[in-house]
């Protein structure tokens, strides 16, 4: 009997990869417009939630200035206006009521030690690809929002372009209206994720949303602090982990990280279950996305660690140099 998959391919790649001998897999509509997108390697989008400040009011009065850009940009609100200006982080603070939620904080928690007040708000940032139409992403974030939170939770955001990727800032209420905390878990992020690259869809952009080890991407996330300082060129993380990779290059010798088999395991994992995946789209009679389902299994990057990506990185560089300067260290 044919095993119904109504789940999108992302939730379970694995799966394919661990079929017993002559068990029939049917794939959904919904799965095989996801395959199709993997393979085609259509933009990924990212949803990230930034974790400091989120539970200090005057913290929170930072933020909302930060995405306004100190005024100069507009904020949007849920209920559709644009604020613009020095105080509209005082403004949406105590239109939400925010000081009287950090005082309950307080009272609730008592003086206990180590505790961290609870989250006054979650900070939200939406991203697409270099090169998208930043209205699009903006009115795909207001609609999943106005789906997501309408008479819910309040929520404001604004739409930041100074960086190639587009992004929308996104700061929402953590009680709501009716009294309900929001928390946000892993699953809630990728429920998210899908929400924004359906609603980018709808709107004619091409969006994916399919886990990294699908795609098989090995290195870790990086917090939002030091993703965006390597978007500058400003990490101080990264640029200690470089010179710390570049010595041993120096010293011929590259030490191989702990995680490095896992990686490599993963990655045959992926392989095999994408090259199961074809196998499936044969049978389904759909012989052209299976040759390109095969061929981007065998297209996967390389299972390389962050510290062997970094290593490639320096010694191509180094490459480039002339041989009078070709010298791996500083």
């Known amino acids: 009997m044919p095993i119904r998959m109504d789940k999108e ?31 085609r390697r259509t933009p990924e989008v990212m949803v990230k939630v930034l974790p400091k400040g ?13 995405i306004g850009r100190e005024g100069a940009l507009d904020v949007e609100t849920d209920d559709g206006e644009r604020l613009r200006g020095d105080d509209v982080g005082e403004d949406l603070a105590e239109n939400w009521d925010l000081d009287v939620m950090a005082q309950r904080g307080k009272l609730d928690l008592g003086t206990p030690t180590g505790k961290q007040a609870p989250r006054l708000v979650h900070k939200v940032m939406f991203s697409m690809a270099a090169g998208t139409p930043p209205d699009k992403v903006l009115a795909a974030v207001r609609n999943f929002a106005r789906e997501e939170f309408a008479l819910k939770h309040r929520y404001a955001m604004a739409l930041h372009t100074d960086e190639p990727h587009p992004h929308v800032h996104v700061v929402i209420k953590a009680v709501s209206d009716q009294g309900q905390r929001l928390n946000i878990r892993k699953a809630t992020l990728r429920e998210w994720r899908a929400e924004f690259a359906r609603h980018l869809r709808a709107l004619g952009v091409p969006a994916n ?8 991407e090995t290195c870790p996330h990086k917090s939002d602090g030091i993703y965006r300082a390597s978007l500058r060129g400003e990490s101080t993380h990264i640029r200690e982990r470089a010179e710390a990779v570049a010595r041993e290059l120096k010293a011929g010798v590259l030490r191989v990280e702990s995680g490095k088999a896992k990686v490599v395991r993963t990655h045959n994992d992926v392989r095999r279950a994408w090259l199961a995946v074809s196998d499936v789209l044969t049978q389904e009679k759909q012989p052209e996305l299976a040759a390109q389902v095969r061929r981007y299994a065998e297209q996967l990057p390389p299972p390389f660690t962050e510290k062997e990506k970094l290593a490639a990185r320096i010694l191509e560089h180094a490459r480039k140099l002339p041989v009078h300067e070709r010298q791996i260290s500083r």
């Open 9 to 39: 391919l992302s939730f379970d790649l694995f799966s394919y990869g661990r079929r017993g001998p002559g068990q029939r897999v049917q794939l959904s509509k919904g799965e095989i417009e996801q395959i199709a997108r993997t393979a």
């Open 54 to 66: 989120a539970n200090n009011l005057g913290a929170v009065r930072r933020h909302f200035s930060y």
């Open 209 to 216: 949303a399919t886990p990294r080890h699908v795609r098989g």
